[in-house]
């Protein structure tokens, strides 16, 4: 699994390429959680992700519990049928914000970044 980070905007995206295993989520946890002590908008950009398994969401659950402390904005866009389907099975589909695609997350979120006083 790679993680590659970039920015768009105010908003930080993490694309996550290959299969969330046990044996891959130490690299992504270490990605996602040294991204929200810096940032204030991450995203996870799950289209290449064909396979997660559960530790692969205790990953992501982790992820959005450190935003929820920081008052951070955190989602999750491009989910495959595969990783839609795992959380919806645990009804972590109605916990996290999910976005269909890219445009649509930074545009949603971006809006609900506060502006910087002129």
Request: net charge neutral; glycine share 6%.
């Amino acid at each position: 699994m790679k993680v590659n980070i970039r920015q768009r905007g105010h908003a930080t995206i993490l694309d996550v390429d290959g299969q969330i295993t046990f044996e891959s989520t130490p690299g992504l946890r270490d990605h996602l959680l040294e991204t929200l002590k810096q940032k204030d908008t991450v995203l996870v950009n799950l289209a290449q992700v064909a396979y997660m398994d559960s530790s692969g969401i205790a990953t992501l659950v982790e992820g959005l519990k450190a935003a929820q402390s920081r008052k951070a904005h955190f989602g999750l866009f491009g989910l495959t049928k595969n990783t839609r389907s795992v959380l919806e099975l645990v009804r972590l589909d109605k916990v996290f914000k999910i976005f269909e695609n890219e445009d649509e997350a930074v545009r949603q979120l971006a809006a609900a970044v506060p502006k910087e006083p002129a």
